[in-house]
Nanobody, 124 residues
Framework: QAHLAESGGGSVQSGESLTLSCVAS????VAWFRQAPGKEREGVAA???????SYADSAQGRFTIFRDKAKNTVYLRMMNLKPEDTAMYYC??????????????????????WGQGTQVTVSS
């Protein structure tokens, strides 16, 4: 079982940016999820084996998911961060290639491998 290693979380002010990284060797599809205190975990963005991307409405226009294949790393660039973006962010991965709907790509059940999470805190 390959290992998922997340990094890049931190504390920022509202309006600032962060880029999260997930080293996901051996996986074709990777997604970012987040879980805020007292809330359910939700899918934020996903990229499949064909580099097709999917975004939650809350991330559309502010977040970008992309991969560097040479580094086996998937990134989540988050811009114009808001206090409501505060959460633990998790990288998830699996081996399917493509063809999932947006709902499926952002659904927890599509992924069997999960990282430990990295905290993002946005203050107003």
């Amino acid at each position: 079982q390959a290992h998922l290693a997340e990094s890049g979380g931190g504390s920022v002010q509202s309006g600032e940016s962060l880029t999260l990284s997930c080293v996901a060797s051996g996986y074709t599809c990777v997604a970012w999820f987040r879980q805020a205190p007292g809330k359910e975990r939700e899918g934020v963005a996903a990229i499949d084996g064909d580099d097709t991307t999917s975004y939650a409405d809350s991330a559309q226009g502010r977040f970008t998911i992309f991969r560097d294949k040479a580094k086996n790393t998937v990134y989540l660039r988050m811009m114009n961060l808001k206090p409501e973006d505060t959460a633990m962010y998790y990288c998830a991965a699996d081996h399917w290639t493509s063809g999932l709907t947006t709902v499926q790509a952002l659904g927890e059940s599509s992924y069997n491998y999960w990282g430990q999470g990295t905290q993002v805190t946005v203050s107003s």
